[in-house]
């Protein structure tokens, strides 16, 4: 069972797997672990920061957390008024019912649709799948959400080519709304903005959360974000989550080597945060997610391995309240 949140959980992911089968030319078939057992839990109106490398796993196991991608092993359980619900588990009408409950952000939400399309057009396809066809109640509902990103009503008539990169993440978040979302992915949603418009955007996100009690997993490589915007963070390494905790505790006193490498290298850390913070020096790049190492998978850049952790896989255990960690150091 997951910990670390009092709130009423929206989306628990329980033990989740997911495992690919990588063909090669030559040779036997190799396995990807991509998520490999990840537990975790988003309450109403909670922003968790999921924060890792490239090809920790941070994006499978957001897709797998809205049903995206099924998982190979494990649960992801959706709360409703009459109790939770495996997803994985429904189909046809009752998994369309529910998936629109289940969204996603994306970091460039337009690299897949017609540029040549009107703004308004774009909105009123999700309004359609959800049986609203009358223009009035259309444009009602399309000023509404407006309001909450902070964009004029005159940007409906702009074709999608002309909106810059703020006004197309901000037109995306109002497409999503439509859909009456009770838990959001934002897949490094932030990271083509510039810093200026990051705040903006985490402002609104942040807004959503608590005015809506809409769940986030916000998704990010960049510690910095994840500390603004989270309520809990958790840190992922090749498909484990190897710390969790709330942001304060996670950024204030990292406990996992690895949480404490990704703090060292962010820039714009409190200078102060970096003298209490140890010496990390991270060996060598993030391992194949086929080829995981044994014991703790961060075993061979770890400065602190000792013996025991070549072959023996540390528990994620909760080593003050709300605060959990996965190293032998503890
Ligand atoms: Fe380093 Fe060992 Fe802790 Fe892994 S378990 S992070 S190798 S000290």
Redesign the pocket.
Known sequence: MPAGSTRTPVVQLENVSVYFTKKKLLGPQATVKAVDGASIQVGRGEIVGLVGESGSGKTTLGRAAIGLQKPTGGKVLFSKEEGQVDIGTLKGRSWRQMRSHLQIIFQDPFSSIDPNMRVFDVLRIPLLARGVKDRRKVEGMVSDVFGRVGLPTDVLSSFVFQLSGGQRQRVSIARVLLLDPEFIVADEAVSMLDVSLKGDILKIMKTIASDLHVGILFITHEMAVARVISDRIAVMYLGNVVEMGSADQVVGHPL???TQALLQASPTIDPSLREVLRTVNVKGEIPSSSAHPSG?K??PR?P???DK?TDNV?ELKEIEEGHLVS???Y
Do not use: D
């Open positions: 996992h080597p690895y703790c961060f075993h770890c602190f391995a000792m952790c540390p190293c032998w150091l």
